[in-house]
């Protein structure tokens, strides 16, 4: 998969906003890092709410179909199985935060990611 940087800031639910937010934290790389991840996957989550559930974490099924319709990985089986198990962990993460901010978890913004580590 041979994409260059523009081609992903295009297609990535981050913005150069966002990414210029997270890096302006005084966190750890690795909490950047964390927190850049989270915020792709629920921003992929988002874009998959075509149902508009809620707020609720679409489930693997709509995943699976996202994922297909998107001709930069629908025939990559490999890459499909990593992001599904990072899709896996960030919902379970999202889920636990939306608890903690009393919002459904596709409510969750990018500041209130980047506050969980900076309490």
């Not at 005084?26 to 964390?34: D, F, G, M, P, V």
């Not at 693997?60 to 499909?80: A, T, V, Y």
């Not at 199985?81 to 608890?99: C, I, N, P, R, T």
Request: glycine residues 4%; proline residues 4%; hydrophobic residues 40%.
């Amino acid at each position: 998969m041979g994409h260059s940087v523009f081609e992903t800031l295009e297609t990535s639910p981050l913005t150069l906003e966002d990414l210029k937010l997270i890096e302006l934290t005084n966190l750890s790389i690795l909490e950047k890092h964390h927190i850049r991840m989270l915020a792709h996957c629920l921003g992929c989550f988002k874009s998959m709410n075509s149902q508009k559930t809620e707020g609720s974490i679409p489930d693997k099924e709509i995943w699976m179909k996202w994922c297909l319709s998107r001709p930069d990985m629908g025939n990559d089986d490999e890459f499909i199985h990593v992001l599904f198990e990072q899709f896996s962990g960030a919902a379970f993460q999202l889920e636990q935060l939306s608890d903690v901010f009393k919002v459904p978890p596709l409510e969750l913004t990018l500041k209130d990611l980047i506050a969980v580590y900076q309490k």
